[in-house]
Structure formats: structure tokens, C-alpha cells
């Protein structure tokens, strides 16, 4: 296999983890919770399609960022959709602690000081919950 090279010099890890992040802000979070979810055993050969994720870069007081605000209505409209495709909607929390430095995330060794919160919302259906309980 060969390594990613810029002109005639492979990149290293660190080079390589920089120029992802200057491709795409959300790298960090993206591939914190990518590998989380593997450690896990959750991936395409075992878990193919089954979540519809979410991920959200918070601070340790889960406040986060407006890139995603979701109002009860909108949340409900996408468990909805996840649910009529017959997925889990899971929000996928990144916590970055307080004085963790835009400097830091520059090394992939930021990842050991990120938490990873998962959440899994399901809807409560009552004409659903009805059939069940009179199946029992």
C-alpha cells in the first residue's frame, strides 16, 4: 500500500491529519465518532445502515454549536423519517474540554481527550403502543 504523497514526499500521520482538517472542519468530530463507533464493533460489516447518526461537537457543559439548532419539530420530522426507513436515530455527541486548543487538534492525539456521549431517540407512537398492549 502505498502512502499518500504531496509531490514526491509521503505525508506523514500528523501532515496527513492537518490537511483533512483544512479539507473539512468537522474532520475531528466526524473521525471521533467513526472511531468510537468501531471500538464498539458498529460498522458496515456488522451494522450496515442501521442509524441515521448525528454528530454534534459540544463543550463538557454540552453546550454546542448553532450549526444545527433542532427544535422539537425538526427533531421529530428526522426520527420520523429515520423510523419510515426502518433505522434508530442516534446523536452522536463529541465532548471537547475547556482549553482544548484549535493548536492541539492539529495532532490525532487530541482524540484521547475527547468524550463520546451517544444518544438514541425513538419516538412514542400511541396508536402503536395500543396494538401492542392489546397483542399481549
Known amino acids: 500500500m502505498s502512502s499518500p504523497v504531496i509531490g514526491q514526499e509521503p505525508l506523514s500521520i500528523s501532515q496527513l491529519w492537518r490537511k483533512f482538517r483544512s ?16 471500538s464498539k464493533g458498529k460498522g458496515p460489516p456488522f451494522y450496515h445502515a442501521s442509524y441515521s447518526v448525528v454528530i454534534e461537537r ?14 422539537w ?4 420530522a428526522l426520527s420520523r423519517i429515520t423510523a ?3 433505522k434508530e436515530l ?11 486548543s484549535e493548536a492541539e487538534l ?3 492525539v ?3 481527550r475527547l468524550s463520546v456521549q451517544e444518544v438514541i431517540v425513538s419516538r412514542w407512537v400511541s ?3 395500543r396494538t401492542e398492549q392489546e397483542d399481549i
Do not use: W
Not at 58 to 71: E, I, K, M
Not at 73 to 76: C, K, V
Open 23 to 38: 479539507l473539512r472542519p468537522d474532520f475531528v468530530s466526524s473521525f471521533s465518532a467513526y472511531q468510537h463507533l468501531r
Open 58 to 71: 459540544v463543550d463538557g457543559a454540552f453546550r454546542g454549536s448553532t450549526l444545527r439548532p433542532f427544535s
Open 73 to 76: 419539530r425538526s427533531l421529530a
Open 84 to 86: 419510515n426507513v426502518s
Open 90 to 100: 442516534m446523536l452522536c455527541y463529541i465532548i471537547y474540554p475547556a482549553g482544548l
Open 106 to 108: 492539529d495532532s490525532p
Open 110 to 112: 487530541c482524540l484521547s
Open 127 to 129: 396508536s402503536k403502543e
